[in-house]
Each structure stands twice: as C-alpha cells, then as structure tokens.
C-alpha cells in the first residue's frame, strides 16, 4: 500500500478520513490547535462538555466537521504525553485506523499532537504509522464470504517536516506490517487448511516472490536425518512432518551465520495426554513461532539487510490415532539423544529438538527459536510478555534493547543449572517434562540440550503471539508479536556488521 508524507496542513488534505490523535492535556496544542480553530472550536468544545477526554485507546468519529476538507474526523486519544509510548502510539492508531477501513478503497490521513512527535521522533512516529496503514485491515473473516475490513487505498502521514529519513521509515514501516499481516492471516487460518504440507507451500511462495531461498525435507528426508523427535510427534497424524529452510544471505560468505527456528505445530491435540476442549480450541496457532520466523525472514530479504540469516521450520500435527506416539516412548533425537516421553502434550520441545540440532550442524553461529510452547510461561508473565530464556546474555540485551524500540515486551527468565536434573529420566538419557513448578523454564532446559555451546535464546510465545478477546486495536486470534522486535533484532544484527 501506498503510504506518504505531506507537510500540508491536515486542514486541507482531501481524504474520505482525517485521524487526529492527541493527548489528553488542555488547552489543545499545535497542530491540533490551528485544526480546532478551522473546526470553528469542535475539538475544544467536546473536551469541555466531556465527550472526548483523550485518553488512551479512546475514540471518536465525527462525520462531517465544518472547516475541514477530510470527509469525516476520528479523535483518538494517547493519554498522558509524558506517558506516551511507541505501543501505545501503535495500539491508539490501529484502534482509530480500524473505524476507518471497514468500507473498500478509503483514503486516510493521520495527524499527530507536535508534542508526541517531539517525545518519540518523526522517524519513529512513521514506521510505527507505515506499519498500523498495514495491520489495520486485517480480519479474522477469512473464510467468511464478505469481509470486516480492507485496505486503504492510500495513507498520508501529516508531519511539519518530510526528512530522507522519515520516508525510509515509512518503507520500511510498509514492510514490517506486510509481514505482521503473513503472521496473522496464517495463525489464523484453520488447521484443515493450515498443515505441514500447505504451510511449506506457503513458505516456498514468499520464498519465490522474495528472492530467498528455500529448502522443503519430506518425511523421506526427516527420516535420512534421524528426526526422531519431531517424527514421533507427527506420526499420530495422517498429515505428513515437514521441516522448510529459508536462506537471505545478505552478509556474504565471510558473514555471521545467524538461525531463526520456529515451532510449527499445525495443531496440537496434546496427542494422549489429551488436552480438555477449552484447551484445543485455539491450538491452530501453536504454528506462531514458524510464521513468525517465516515473516522475518520475508522482513530481512525485503529490507535487503545485510545479514546472513536462515529461518529453520520445524512442521508436525500432533494427533491421536493407531499410530500415534505414547506415554512411555524412548525416543532417539536426530543428534543421538534419548528421550522418554511422559507426556505427548510436550511436543513442541521434541520438534524443536531436531530442528536446532539441524540448525547447529549447519553452522548456526547465533539461534533464535520461537515457540508458543507452554501455558506455564502464560502463568508466569501474562498474555502479553514473551517469555526469555538466553545462554548468552549479549543476546538477551540486545533483544530487550530491539522489543523496546518496537514497543513489544520481552522479559529474562532463569536459566540456572539446578533445572537440569529435573529432566533426568530412569531409562533414557532424558525425559520430556520435568515438573509442574518452572514448567517454562525446564521446557527450555530441555531445548538447551540440542544447541551446544551455540549462541541461544530461546523466546516462549505462547501469551503474546495469540489474544482470547478482541482488543480496540486488534481482532481476537493472531497477534504477529514479537515478529517486529526480531526484525528489529536483525537490523540491530547488520548495525554491528557495517561498523
Ligand atoms: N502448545 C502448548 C502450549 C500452549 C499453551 C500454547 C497455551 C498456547 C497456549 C504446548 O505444546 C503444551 O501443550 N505445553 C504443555 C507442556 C506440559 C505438558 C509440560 C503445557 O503448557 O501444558
Ligand atoms: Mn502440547
Ligand atoms: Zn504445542
């Protein structure tokens, strides 16, 4: 889609929309100021009547607003400026944004308070915009026959100045969303349409129209690679295992080789230790990792970052039939270990497994994986934190330093060697699950088991990459987070390449 920057007053921009957000502190200030007195005092007076407060995630609509060329007017408030963010900044817009896209072919404008411009800076304010123009339009009407939402037909960004700068954050904003939306519509496409097979196909189209390259392994190929792991947990199912590489090298030969492994479970029934329907019901989405790392991949070809980067997916579908794994299986990982298995609900971990390995023997110089792999770190953080889990503190930082620029959350969990024992198993050289208490934690020892002394962490996403309730700024179902925070990672990645 086509996003621009004008410096034209917002007064005067012809579109069917004009997005004004500010802050909820009076008297109104600049640019919002000289709009209200063009509106012959509309704003001013609906903060003294008490109809509008700005406070964050609010909106209003006003159809047709004397004075002012766009069509119709949506207020939307950011709360405190001080306590203005770059997630709030994103979640305010795509609440407004939203309103304005649920007819086809719109045209919108966006106008923001002086004073958050100056707080969070022009460039930033327009990635963040760039990308909301993107995400806004997405639905979960997919298989509906009339959609909720559509694209804008163009997006202008009112600011004072249009610096070289900001347009490039407004492509690279464009390219951040378009792959949010290959997250979202992915996650959120069922698993009847979604399996291992129909998720490599995707992957090898975007590898296609991208210029990656892209590798698919058949069950014949997992089985010459003794994936014993993520065999086991695809062999309940009449879908077969799948694993898709992607390559951007960016970097050339000389470059750092850097891994992004995502979990692809199409569906996890939890297998024989069967989860409860409530459970089930949105386990389409245990897929997020992968498309997660899938999209960043898309993010760093299109971005053309100079980074050798390959995205690892590791796909199975964990049912239940004649076939199916069991409780008290050994099984034998593709880099000789072996595993008992006392639960097939931990799947993830046992697909994971093979996968690192593979990535690892492939000369992984840093790893990433993604996987929205236990309830235990929703318990622990909430619906909205990715869960961190690093054996390289370098990383960690840098990947608290990437979420915050974003406006995603990511939080450090322990990682100390008394987890370990945890997992020992009286017949094999490990088990699959070690207690209840630090459920999240011993998923990720578990993982550590497959990296070496390879640079690692491990993001759980199991809370923030999926939301039970809609949002003013999101349908319920996928969320694509912390796909920005990785882009960002990977940028931060060619910064230390090029100095
Ligand atoms: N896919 C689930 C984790 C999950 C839970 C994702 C809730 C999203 C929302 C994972 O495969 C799983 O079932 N984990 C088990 C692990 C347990 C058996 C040790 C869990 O969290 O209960
Ligand atoms: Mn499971
Ligand atoms: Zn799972």
């Keep these: 889609m086509n996003s621009t920057i004008s410096t034209d007053s917002s ?73 203005c963010s770059v997630r709030k900044l994103r979640h305010s817009l795509l609440a407004a944004l939203r309103l ?101 196909d995707e992957a090898s189209k975007l590898a296609k129209q991208f210029g990656l390259e892209v590798t698919v392994l058949d069950e014949k190929q997992l089985e010459a690679e003794r994936m014993g792991a993520l065999l086991a947990v695809a062999q309940g199912s009449s879908r077969p295992a799948r694993m898709v590489k992607l390559a951007w090298n960016g970097a050339g030969k000389e470059g750092e080789q850097i891994a992004l492994v995502g979990k692809g479970v199409t569906f996890d029934t939890g297998g024989y230790s069967i989860k409860p329907s409530d459970s089930m019901i949105s386990m389409k989405s245990d897929m997020a990792g992968a498309a997660t790392a899938l999209a960043a991949i898309v993010a760093a070809a299109r971005l053309k970052l100079p980074v050798n980067v390959s995205a690892y997916l590791g796909l199975a579908e964990n049912m239940i039939s004649g076939n199916a794994y069991r409780l008290g299986d050994v099984l034998t990982a593709r880099n000789g270990t072996t595993i008992e298995i006392h639960n097939t609900d931990a799947e993830g971990r046992l697909v994971l497994a093979d996968v690192l390995t593979y ?105 923030p990459s999926w939301t039970d309730s809609s949002k003013a700024w999101c349908d319920a179902g996928a969320t694509a987070d912390p796909l920005r925070t990785l882009v960002e990672w990977l940028q931060i990645q060619s910064n230390n390449t090029s100095v």
């Design 359 to 463: 990535a690892v023997d492939e000369g992984a110089q840093k790893i990433i994986d993604l996987a929205t792999l236990t309830g235990a770190c929703v318990v622990a953080l909430g619906d909205e934190v990715t869960g961190m889990f690093p054996n390289n503190e370098q990383m960690a930082a840098e990947l608290t330093t990437a979420a915050t620029s974003v406006g995603e959350y990511v939080w450090p969990m322990p990682m100390h060697e008394h987890f370990e024992p945890l997992l020992k198993s009286s017949v094999a050289d490990c088990k699959n699950v070690g207690p209840r208490w630090g459920g999240a934690i011993t998923a990720a020892k578990f993982l550590q088991k497959f990296v070496a002394d390879t640079k690692w962490v491990h993001l759980d996403i199991a809370g």
């Design 11 to 83: 007064i005067s921009v012809a579109a069917n929309w004009l997005v004004v957000l500010l802050s909820d502190s009076q008297p109104l200030t600049s640019p919002i100021l000289d709009l209200d007195s063009a509106a012959s005092g509309t704003i001013s007076s609906l903060f003294e009547t008490e109809q509008f407060s700005g406070k964050a995630l609010e909106t209003l609509v006003l159809p047709r607003c004397a004075g002012v060329t766009a069509k119709n007017v949506v207020l939307a408030g950011l709360g405190e400026v001080q306590a």
């Design 100 to 200: 304005c896209c649920c007819k086809a072919n719109q045209t919108v404008a966006v106008v923001v308070e002086d004073s958050v411009v100056n707080l969070l800076g022009p460039v930033t304010v327009a990635e963040v915009f760039a990308d909301a123009v993107e995400v806004a339009a997405t639905d979960t009407d997919i298989y509906k026959s009339k959609r909720a939402r559509s694209g804008f037909a163009s997006a202008t960004l009112c600011l004072p100045q249009a610096s070289d700068d900001a347009l490039a954050a407004l492509s690279r904003g464009s390219i951040t969303g378009q792959s949010c939306v290959i997250v979202k519509d992915l996650v959120n496409r069922t698993a009847n349409d979604i399996y291992p097979e129909t998720f490599a």
